[in-house]
């Protein structure tokens, strides 16, 4: 039997880390909805009969993080073209027996550096590392104008496959000449997990790179990780990694409950807490 409360959740292995749920959570309560969203830990060999009956239990969609990504792209009926550039889906609708895939990842960047930055403007770009992330970031700063990005990956072969996906527009640079890659750059984007809690710092000196210059790392645990440290330390504006968090989820929340909602201090006191 079908539920008629709206409900919607986040797909992964594991995922009890997962803040999504105090987030919309957060959202259902601002805005009085009576409906839920929960965690749901489904392991890989069952994510294809798991998308097949979540609909039938009144899902309205679902969020995806590690390990899905990719393996939902492939199992839904309909996907956005910013979803198949990407190369995975975060976000999911059912309707009508099928499944739509979206990819909100490079949306949610993008808003965070503009709540920072009204006229962010990107031209000359850096871009640290070349995993799934990098894929959503590449995508917003070629949607938002950039001319020229420079990416590395201590890989050098995974940067320039990703390089040749994305166009002539993408250089890769070798991750022994990352400093000095710097040079000329209006923003700088760490989408690797360095500087993580638990994980090593990046290396990376901040010399070559222009005091005007947005520093954003998608880390958000900590907030401030040694990168922005020493970027807020020379003067750049430091962006952290929770905003594309928050501004991810606002596409998906309206699609399941009809409402656009906003991203806001309140929010991010809410996603923070203990």
């Known amino acids: 039997m079908t539920s008629s409360l709206p409900l919607a959740g986040v797909i992964g292995f594991p995922v009890a880390h997962s803040r999504s749920p105090r987030l919309h ?68 609708v059912f309707t ?30 850096a871009v640290i590392g070349a995993g799934g992330a990098s894929r959503a970031v590449l995508a917003a700063v070629l949607d938002h104008g950039a001319t020229e990005v420079r990416l590395t990956n201590r890989s050098p072969d995974r940067s320039k496959r990703l390089a040749s996906e994305f166009g002539p527009t993408v250089n890769p640079v070798l991750w ?20 993580m ?40 504006l430091a962006v952290d990694g929770l905003g594309m968090l928050l501004h991810q989820a606002v596409p998906g929340f309206e699609y399941w409950f009809g409402v656009r909602p906003s991203v806001d201090a309140g929010l991010r006191q809410a996603v923070l807490e203990p």
């Not at 097949?52 to 969020?63: C, E």
């Not at 000095?180 to 923003?187: A, Y």
């Not at 809690?197 to 990046?202: D, R, S």
């Not at 010399?207 to 020379?234: C, F, G, H, M, Q």
Request: proline share 6%; charged share 20%; hydrophobic share 45%.
């Open 96 to 125: 009508d027996n099928r499944i739509l895939a979206d990819n909100t990842d490079a949306y949610g960047f993008a808003a965070n550096i503009l709540d920072h930055r009204h006229d962010w403007n990107p031209r000359q770009v």
């Open 197 to 236: 809690a638990g994980k090593p710092a990046l290396d990376l000196p901040l010399d070559a790179l222009p005091k005007e210059a947005i520093v954003n790392d998608l880390v958000y645990s900590p907030l401030i990780t040694p990168l922005l440290a020493e970027a807020r330390a020379r003067g750049n």
């Open 176 to 195: 022994t000449e990352r400093a000095e890659m710097l040079d000329g750059c209006d923003t700088l984007i760490n989408a690797t997990a360095l500087g």
């Open 25 to 92: 959570g957060h959202w259902l309560k601002r805005h009085g909805i009576n409906g839920h969203y929960v965690p749901l830990q489904i392991d890989p060999v069952d994510l294809e009969s798991a998308l097949a009956i979540l609909p039938r239990m009144g899902f309205r969609g679902a969020n995806v993080t590690l390990p899905h990504k990719e393996a939902a792209l492939t199992l839904a009926q309909d996907v956005t073209a910013q979803a198949k550039r990407i190369g995975a889906a975060n976000t999911l």
